[in-house]
């Protein structure tokens, strides 16, 4: 901060001085005509010298972004001559408009970032991909200011390097035509004549030319991705999609209420992943565990003595008849009176407009405008020695035990594997968390971590953090987890493993390797901003594209990929990204938006953060749940809300709150003056907002005010 206040003041001082001093006087063309004879006998006598002097004055007046550059390009060309002078003067302003690009990001580029948040993400993805095509155009056009130019690009994450060369290379055309102008000086009466409308013309051509042909090398792109396929004359339908999980029933929703021909195709079971193996038997079993939780816990109740007499396999049912009641949301009968076609069958793309699908029945071939992948993804098994001999549990698998395991040993200590592992400790088995990070729920905040691993403990899970699995093997008929933990071996043994280190998207087995769509880095189906993938009518959402897994952006992103498939013709839409919340329900709860502490540093966003405890919540003292709290990150000195997360009882529901704020750019101020009805849970998000007050509380005004007081009571 100290650095960049003074950075600042040497900036303001050495312009003020530029104007307290009339300095500009001297980059006039009048001067330069009167001081030509003199600065050539310097020059004469002194020609290095004169060459640095220049170099460091066209420097120090483009870094500062001061007036009479085109001046002294012109003064280039009248003393050093055509070439020498284009030479000086293309280093010399390449290296000023980087010293003010660089200022400009250095003070200002934090300031930005914490206004624009997670929306300048995409912003900055944009400006890699296409900023210097637009830099190049911008410097090439001598109708932009060049001042303006470096420092609007300081502000965006383009890269010095490339800010560099493509502004020498940009405004060396340019650069010629004034230094040549400069080296017949004595003919020029005014700096806007050097530019003619038709050489003006030719700039905005050339400069437009990069940007035409980047269009025209993307063009060609998509023309080499269709050429060995045969267009179909007419189409059965404007979208087929493939997958009825969240992603796929919400893309065929939207499809039909905009009266599109859309069909469904689901190979296994309809509601996919959330509905069968997901969020829906997880947070059912959650609820049974919860209640056996709370048995344990009669006393604080006020209940002598409580217990209960329970089958496992019941409560197994009790989540499979969970899945039943929740099954005709999204079963086949829905959808088609809905307006969906929906085939039970495989689907395959075999070319970018047909969708052949394997049913009970036959083959059959679709004809589609548009396609939309929305095929999920699947638990990760990593390649670790002997897995394939113990016979494992997934997230698919588990809902079928019937039998309590004795001893779980619980693969990965991320979100799903620690709400298994809570309800499994609380059934009663001995669980066994193996971790490979020092702590469970990584991407929390090490606070939220602790506060899950003290509850974890406190009921009996065993945490082996910092333990990496090595093999599996079987000694004495026991199974055993050899892994390693600070360098050392360590053996442990259990009766069932449940592998939860994460979930891989498909993009395997229905044509997408045949056709060539593209794969991300993380290995998803990669997709643009609109969800298209490299086929721009074949569009991807859910878990096969990522970035995140949940059913809500899932949900979110098909709203997308089916607008954009059916309508992107006219008009795309960006998907955004910029407030998406989630929840990971153990007990406690912990739900987040925007950022945490971790994330704000990871990223250099500079923040301040409140916290309030929600011990101290009347509603959660009578609740016996008195723990937790609510933590804002907000912009420094303002009530911004960057991110918020909560742990505690039903924080997934009250974050509800937070995300909406974010969404629609409500402050704390706002928050806490909104009533809350007492005593409720909710109560913790107006009363985070009113820490957040008390620390901005102006000091000053409140010690006269007190003074006020005083005075008034006589
Ligand atoms: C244990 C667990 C708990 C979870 N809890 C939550 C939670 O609480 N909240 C939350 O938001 N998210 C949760 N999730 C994540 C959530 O389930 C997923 O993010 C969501 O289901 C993704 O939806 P999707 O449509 O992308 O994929 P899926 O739901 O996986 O649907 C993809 C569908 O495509 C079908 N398919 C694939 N290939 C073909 C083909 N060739 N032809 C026809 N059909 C095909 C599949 O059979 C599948 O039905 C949880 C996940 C798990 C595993």
């Keep these: 901060m100290k650095t960049r206040i003074l950075l600042l003041l040497a900036i303001a001082t050495s312009i003020a001085a530029f104007f307290i001093f009339d300095l500009g006087q001297y980059l006039t063309l009048e001067a330069l005509e009167s001081q030509q004879a003199a600065i050539e006998s310097y020059r004469r006598a002194h020609p290095g010298l004169t060459a640095v002097i220049y170099t460091l004055v066209y420097i120090a007046v483009t870094a500062l972004s001061l007036p009479g550059a085109a001046v002294l390009t012109l003064a280039g060309g009248a003393i050093f001559g055509l070439l020498w002078g284009t030479v000086v003067v293309s280093f010399a302003s390449s290296i000023g408009a980087t010293l003010a690009f660089l200022a400009t990001r250095f003070l200002f580029r934090d300031a930005v970032e914490a206004r624009l948040g997670d929306r300048l993400q995409a912003i900055d993805e944009g400006i890699n991909r296409d900023g210097p095509f637009y830099l190049f155009t911008l410097r090439l056009v001598p109708l932009f200011p060049f001042f303006m130019i470096n420092l609007a690009m300081g502000l965006t994450a383009l890269r010095i390097w490339t800010f560099y ?20 000086l004595a003919k020029i009466d005014s700096l806007s004549g050097i530019l003619s409308p038709a050489l003006l013309g030719s700039f905005v051509l050339l400069g437009l030319f990069p940007l035409l042909a980047k269009k025209v090398v993307e063009g060609v792109k998509v023309m080499k991705v269709y050429q060995k396929w045969q267009r179909p004359k007419r189409f059965d339908n404007n979208l087929v999609v493939i997958g009825a999980g969240s992603g796929g029933l919400v893309t065929a929703y939207i499809a039909a209420a905009v009266k599109a021909k859309v069909t469904l195709i689901e190979k296994h079971k309809m509601g996919g992943d959330c509905l069968n193996t997901g969020c829906v038997p997880s947070k059912a079993l959650i609820r049974s565990a919860k209640w056996l939780s709370h048995l344990q816990r009669s006393k604080e109740f006020g209940i002598k003595q409580a217990s209960a007499d329970f089958d496992f396999a019941d409560i197994m049912e009790r989540v499979q008849s969970v899945i039943k009641t929740v099954e005709p949301h999204d079963s086949i009968k829905r959808y088609t009176e809905l307006g969906v076609d929906v085939i039970e069958g495989e689907a395959k793309i075999i070319s970018p407009w047909e969708v052949q699908v394997k049913t009970a029945e036959g083959i059959q071939i679709l004809t589609t405008r548009s396609i939309v992948i929305a095929a999920g993804a699947r638990p990760f098994v990593p390649p670790i020695s002997g897995i394939e001999t113990i016979d494992y549990l997934t997230s698919d698998t588990v809902w079928n035990l019937r039998i309590l395991p004795r001893r779980l040993l619980i693969l990965g200590g991320g979100p799903i594997g620690s709400e298994l592992a809570q309800c499994f400790a609380r059934f ?22 602790e506060a899950v691993m003290a509850h974890f403990k406190q009921e009996g899970a065993d945490l082996r953090l910092e333990h990496t699995a090595k093999a599996f093997i079987v000694e004495n008929g026991e199974k055993i987890l050899v892994a390693e933990h600070q360098g050392k071996q360590v053996k442990i043994p259990f009766d069932q493993v449940l592998v939860a280190i994460g979930r891989a998207a498909n993009v395997e087995g229905y044509g997408a390797e045949e056709l060539g769509i593209a794969l991300s880095p993380r290995k998803t189906i990669a997709t643009d901003a609109f969800q298209a993938t490299n086929y721009p009518n074949i569009y991807a959402c859910g878990d096969v594209a990522g970035p995140y897994q949940f059913t809500h952006t899932a949900a979110h992103q098909a709203w997308y990929a089916a607008v954009n498939a059916l309508f992107g013709q006219f008009k795309k839409f960006r998907t955004d990204y910029s407030v998406i919340p989630w929840s990971t329900f153990t007990d406690p709860e912990v739900a987040r938006v925007g950022l945490n502490e971790q994330d704000a540093k990871e990223r250099g966003v500079r923040y301040e953060v409140v916290t309030y405890g929600i011990d101290d919540l009347d509603r959660a003292i009578a609740d016996g749940e008195a723990h937790g709290f609510v933590k804002v990150l907000t912009q420094p000195g303002k009530d911004k809300i960057l991110g918020v997360t909560i742990v505690g009882e039903h924080a997934g529901d009250l974050i509800a709150e937070f995300v909406l704020a974010m969404k629609h750019g409500i402050g704390l101020n706002k928050m806490l003056g909104t009533i809350h009805i007492y005593p409720t849970l909710a109560e913790a998000n107006k009363y985070a907002a009113g820490v957040w007050k008390r620390t901005h509380a102006p000091q000053g005004l409140l010690r006269w005010l007190e003074r006020l007081h005083a005075w008034r009571r006589g």
């Design 165 to 184: 060369w493509v502004s020498q290379v940009g405004m060396l055309a340019g650069t010629i035509v004034y230094v040549n102008a400069g080296t017949q």
């Design 428 to 449: 009663g088995s001995q669980v066994i968390v193996v971790e490979m990070a020092p702590r469970l729920l990584v991407r929390e905040d090490s606070d939220v971590s």
